[in-house]
């Protein structure tokens, strides 16, 4: 009689943590600077040893000491920044003016204390905002894609609280046509009042930035309903609307001059009729060739097409529409000059390409005798860029280009932003609800100037030669500086997931990417080693980075849980602009695929521009 033998395997899950070591680097910085014995009888550093090393070796020339004492009063929790959970070892405060070798290196493990990049707006403020980047969102009241999802004042909430500087309104008049809906128009999308979007803005407006909120409106409204949100408008908005005194500007206010004010950019009424008459004109020509809608069709929006059928152009020139090449709408009554005069005196940025344009390039030629701003979809973008650079640069040296996304992006994907960056484009139209890669370099972006929502554009890009001269972002430059990031460890993920939610056996495997996005000489990434089974990885390893433009590139770095057989899990990110970066040894906080900051999680890492 066989006898059957069946071996038992059992799994226990390993979860060991290990205890935290500072790297070398922080025990050496440590050695150097420490200037006193503590009451234990090992070296410290005091308040003033603190101070020479973040002047010698994080770069904080300016620091006084008063700041200095300020910075170990958080360590010890004197300003309740949080507890000190990252640690293993439960840290017992000396009592006294000096750190022991574990402070030293909480403190640097500290995002609240020793951040990657500033928190506080530190640029000039007084200029034109044609001088500034603008953090600015597309259809910013689409709960989810273009097509079908809910339109609701939340998005917009959201949006200002993460420091997005301008809200796109699209008007419609409703079922009744007595008031106005906000929706995208021609889709499936369900509608939310107009009053409701207003009203929400005001409330959230000034919440992550006193600097102007700009709504843009894209209007499919009868006179009447124009009026009407005109009025509704000044009642919201009160005192803080900024209603300019000249019409048209002659040059932009600053931010600093429009702080906790609230601009309105659209098409004026008179322009806006007259280029629907153009366009009823044009549309009864054709109308013997075909449907009028189809034809409506541009040679640029053919050429972007491709070898799409004429279902896909119909769907992409109802949804990819310029709000600054108006469309029909069902009625078309005469305005009253009262109507259009009520209307037009809100609008401080008058939208729209001047009168006669019949190309891009005409509609990029600069007035001197006014400013306004132009809307161009991401791919006349890139033709213009492609075949007149010079003029999109010179345009928005006084004036303000909006980019937006191409109609075709139903799920609100987003495009590549560095193409608009460099030549100029202020408002970089965003589907703030996508959570892709774009936008959390759209985000990270932003973290500059103190996340404010306003960002200088460089010299370079606002210089101009004797004969007109500007940047050329085609030409290949020389290096400029080099970047060098060193990755230390990290921690966190044990208090901000659970035990679990990489790998149900064992501690994590995690690795880092992290690279620069930029112009294309720039753009480059790299990625550590794999540390098994740790939930406090350390990789000590150091990469670098040749920069030709510096000035406009951001450092992305992303965690990554490996996993042999399935799909890498994602462990948290960050988006950092260079030129914000603060040399030495700072702590990293990571944030989730929709840019949320983790509680805990952070990398330990160093900057050094050589």
């Not at 992550?208 to 700009?214: E, L, R, T």
């Not at 906080?589 to 160093?606: D, F, I």
Request: net charge neutral; with cysteine.
């Amino acid at each position: 009689m066989a006898i059957s033998t069946y071996n038992c395997f059992c799994f226990t899950r390993k979860f060991k943590i290990a205890e935290i070591q500072p790297p070398d680097d922080v025990r050496r910085a440590f050695e150097t600077y420490a200037d006193g014995v503590g009451g234990g009888g090992g070296p410290t550093i005091s308040a003033d040893g603190l101070r020479r090393f973040l002047v010698e070796s994080q770069g904080e020339k300016r620091i006084s000491s008063a700041e200095v004492t300020r910075l170990m009063e958080k360590l010890r929790g004197g300003d309740a920044t949080g507890p000190k959970h990252y640690l293993e070892k439960i840290i017992k405060p000396s009592g006294s003016n000096f750190l022991t070798i574990e402070e030293f290196y909480h403190f640097l493990f500290s995002p609240e204390i020793n951040p990657p990049i500033k928190h506080e707006v530190h640029q000039d403020m007084t200029l034109p905002i044609s001088h500034y980047y603008i953090f600015t969102g597309h259809n910013s009241y689409l709960t989810g894609n273009q097509l079908s999802s809910d339109c609701s004042d939340i998005p917009i909430i959201k949006a200002l609280q993460r420091g997005v500087r301008v809200i796109e309104l699209d008007m419609w008049p409703n079922s009744t046509r007595d008031n106005v809906d906000i929706l995208h128009g021609r889709t499936l999308t369900s509608p939310v009042e107009i009053i409701k979007c207003l009203r929400s803005i005001k409330e959230y407006a000034f919440c992550a930035s006193p600097y102007p909120v700009v709504i843009t409106l894209e209007d499919h409204l009868t006179p009447n309903l124009q009026a009407k949100v005109a009025e509704m408008i000044k009642e919201t908005f009160g005192d803080i609307l900024y209603i300019p005194d000249d019409e048209p500007l002659t040059v932009f206010p600053s931010p600093e001059d429009l702080k906790h004010r609230i601009i309105i950019s659209t098409k004026p009424p008179k322009e806006y009729l007259e280029s629907k008459d153009q366009t009823k004109t044009t549309g009864s020509q054709r109308s013997s060739n075909g449907n009028a809608t189809s034809q409506r069709i541009s040679g640029e929006e053919a050429d972007d097409a491709g070898g799409k059928d004429l279902s896909d152009l119909k769907s992409e020139s109802s949804n990819d529409k310029d709000e600054d090449e108006s469309e029909e709408d069902e009625e078309d009554p005469k305005f009253g000059k009262d109507t259009a005069y009520q209307y037009r005196k809100l609008i401080t940025i008058q939208a729209g390409k001047p009168k006669g344009a019949s190309s891009t390039k005409d509609a990029l030629q600069v007035d001197p005798t006014c400013v306004r701003r132009l809307s161009l979809s991401e791919q006349k973008l890139t033709k213009a860029c492609t075949s007149h650079s010079a003029d999109v640069i010179r345009f928005t040296q006084r004036n303000l280009l909006r980019v937006y996304p191409k109609g075709t992006r139903v799920r609100s994907t987003n495009y590549k932003p560095m193409l608009a960056w460099t030549h100029g484009a202020q408002m970089v139209a965003f589907n703030t609800q996508g959570h892709c890669k774009q936008l959390r370099l759209m985000q990270g972006f932003f973290r500059a100037n103190g996340g404010c929502g306003y960002v200088r554009k460089p010299d370079f890009l606002m210089n101009m030669g004797p004969n007109g001269e500007v940047f050329d972002p085609s030409v290949s430059l020389p290096v400029k500086q080099t970047l060098k990031v060193k990755i230390y460890m990290g921690d966190g993920w044990r208090m901000d997931f659970s035990k679990t939610h990489f790998d149900a056996y064992s501690p994590p495997d995690f690795y880092v990417k992290v690279g620069i996005e930029g112009v294309p000489d720039d753009t480059l990434m790299k990625k550590t080693k794999v540390i098994e089974d740790d939930w406090i990885p350390v990789w000590d390893e150091e990469f670098s980075y040749p920069l030709t433009v510096p000035e406009l590139a951001l450092l992305r770095i992303e965690v990554k849980e490996y996993d042999m057989s399935e799909k890498h899990d994602f462990g948290g990110q960050s988006c950092l602009p260079v030129s914000e970066l603060r040399p030495g040894i700072r702590a990293v906080p990571l944030y989730n695929k929709k840019g949320s900051v983790y509680k805990s999680v952070r990398l330990l890492m160093r900057f050094k521009f050589v």
